[in-house]
């Protein structure tokens, strides 16, 4: 999950300046929101397969 979610909100997460501060606040709640209702056993799965998938042929 955090491959997923953590680059969408890292940006906002690790600007600390004041022009950015409540941003960074709600990337983090956005964060422990989702962490903890996320099924994401199965959404791992599905995202991987839809972004990481072989395009070899």
Sequence with gaps: MLRFIL???QP???DFTSKTS???DEAIR???YIMS???WKRC???L???FF???ST
């Design 22 to 24: 409540a941003l960074s």
């Design 12 to 14: 906002y997460a690790v």
């Design 44 to 46: 791992v799965i599905i």
């Design 53 to 55: 998938a072989d395009d």
């Design 30 to 32: 956005l964060l422990s």
């Design 48 to 50: 991987s397969s839809e």
């Design 37 to 39: 209702v996320a099924p």
């Design 7 to 9: 680059p969408l909100i």
